[in-house]
């Protein structure tokens, strides 16, 4: 293993926070580790893994993940590129830092719901049951408030055994409540010693800020969260669980819209998809649709009038085919809205944003540009599926994905890793800390081969300049360059110091 220079989570900064845990070693080579409870905690008692006596692991030929372990963020490289960005594998450890009988857990689910929720809590008390032997699982019910303000539901395995076949969250949800002080004396009063929680961003961040005043306390307690967002909007994982499942239900709407427009003179379908900040889903449903003539993103400035805009696409579309579909996310064109709008800029309990209805607003604007131009007669439908998305179970793919998650968190918890949020990095699971969960969102890029590949679906225009394109990629080199030329001062930076095994 390469060697290394380490910075240790017990220093704290500025602010009370610990700091990044970076281990740096040869080539380039950068590990960004996650907090341990023996960063705050000295001397914790190790114990066997029960994992090793465990019938369904016999066949396993290697039951444990190496310690040295570790995933790369970025896998194209150069040959003489820096070995770049690490996160350690998930999986399970040959000591644990929990022995069975004293684990007491809490699930709790925040935020906006989501497919796979339920099959995640499911699979988190299955795992802990039979993989670890614990007995001791709570749900917290209603959110972040609900260590404070609700009743509590023991979860077992007989109670959780169905519930992946319903949508929504059996512990219920809720936006906002965050009081870390409160959550962590309750967390404290009741004997708990591992809290997963599962949400968004929002979520990610509070989950954070509960870690670090755990830490202050200097409680044996570990943190992992699972990331869940509809919207895929979480940067670092490859994906969040429920989406696959959101693109292909969001099909059934785009393809009810095609039907719509195509059995009448001048149709035209439009279907409002969830993306707030991030056009994930619309893009990826269009591409899976292939009966999209446009699709509509936050990331993508557009405009309606005059040449190359929408009003001229549309009108277009309609004189070579007679009808079209427009795809659009919540989150595009919030610019013009707030022209025509006025924009009360209010805010969510999670701090979201509240955005005006930009499916209502385009379809509208539609209607009247055509009645105003008085050169055909339009029919247009628009359908919102939004809810009926959220609602409904994960599907067989994102079940599978929301069992590795719970799974993997579930491992890291027992081998004493806490402030964690675990996901898959090129198909790797990992265990990432917090602040690369939370520090941006992750965005459709505009100049990339999937959204090209998206235009060449829909031959939609751009409504990009030559411009527009230069910056983007400008902007793209020089984040690239940026983290390259970190790498390589950490690179030199391991050479000055006194080397040690990772």
Not at 12 to 31: D, Q
Not at 214 to 227: M, S, Y
Not at 370 to 393: C, G, H
Not at 446 to 472: G, H, Y
């Amino acid at each position: 293993m390469a060697a290394a220079n380490s910075n240790s989570n017990s220093n704290s900064n500025s602010n009370g926070n610990s700091k990044p845990k970076i281990v740096t070693g040869s080539a380039g080579y950068v590990l960004e580790d996650v907090p341990h409870l023996t960063d705050y905690i000295p001397h914790l008692p190790t114990y066997s893994n029960p994992l090793q006596d465990n019938p369904a692991y016999s066949v396993v030929k290697q039951y444990f993940v190496n310690v040295d372990d570790t995933v790369a963020q970025k896998i194209v490289v150069h040959k003489n590129s820096p070995r770049g960005t690490h996160f350690r594998r998930a999986g399970p450890r040959q000591r644990v830092y929990f022995e069975s009988d004293a684990v007491h857990a809490c699930i709790v689910t925040c935020g906006g719901l989501c497919p796979g929720l339920n099959t995640v809590i499911r699979e988190i008390v299955c795992g802990l049951h039979h993989m670890y032997g614990v007995k001791k699982v709570l749900g917290i019910d209603g959110g972040y408030r609900g260590f404070y303000a609700r009743n509590t539901v023991p979860l077992t395995p007989k109670v959780v055994n169905d519930i992946h076949k319903r949508g929504g969250t059996i512990l219920g949800t809720s936006r906002g409540g965050h009081d870390k002080s409160k959550i962590v004396d309750s967390i404290q009063d009741r004997g708990i010693n591992q809290v997963y929680i599962i949400g968004g961003d929002g979520t990610q961040k509070g989950a954070s800020v509960i870690f670090e005043e755990i830490r202050r306390r200097g409680l044996k307690v570990a943190v992992a969260g699972i990331p869940k967002t509809i919207d895929n909007d979480i940067p670092v994982i490859d994906k969040s669980f429920g989406f696959d499942t959101a693109v292909e239900e969001a099909q059934r709407a785009i393809n009810a819209a095609h039907v719509e427009s195509e059995s009448i003179e001048n149709g035209i379908g439009v279907v409002k998809l969830m993306g707030r900040y991030s056009g994930f889903i619309a893009m990826h449903a269009t591409l899976a649709s292939r009966d999209v003539d446009c699709c509509l993103i936050p990331e993508l400035p557009f405009y309606l009038e005059g040449p190359g805009g929408l009003f001229e696409y549309i009108e277009k579309r309609l004189k070579e085919n007679g009808h079209m579909v427009l795809v659009i996310a919540e989150g595009a064109g919030q610019d013009l809205l707030s022209e025509s709008i006025q924009s009360l800029d209010k805010q969510d309990a999670s701090g979201n944003k509240l955005l005006q209805d930009v499916g209502l607003w385009i379809s509208q604007k539609i209607k009247d540009h055509f009645s105003k131009q008085n050169k055909m007669v339009i029919n247009l439908k628009y359908i919102d599926p939004t809810y009926m998305i959220r609602a409904i179970p994960s599907n067989a793919s994102d079940n599978v994905y929301c069992t590795l998650l719970a799974q993997s968190a579930v491992h890291g918890a027992m081998a004493g890793y806490t402030g964690f949020t675990v996901g898959p990095v090129n198909g790797r699971h990992s265990y990432i800390p917090f602040y690369r969960i939370i520090e941006k969102q992750n965005n459709v890029v505009i100049t990339d081969r999937m959204w090209a590949r998206l235009l060449s679906s829909t031959n939609q225009p751009s409504f990009l300049s030559a411009k527009d394109v230069i910056e983007d990629k400008k902007e793209e080199e020089l984040s690239t360059q940026m983290v390259d030329e970190m790498e390589y001062s950490d690179d030199n930076l391991e050479k000055k110091v006194i080397s040690f095994t990772v």
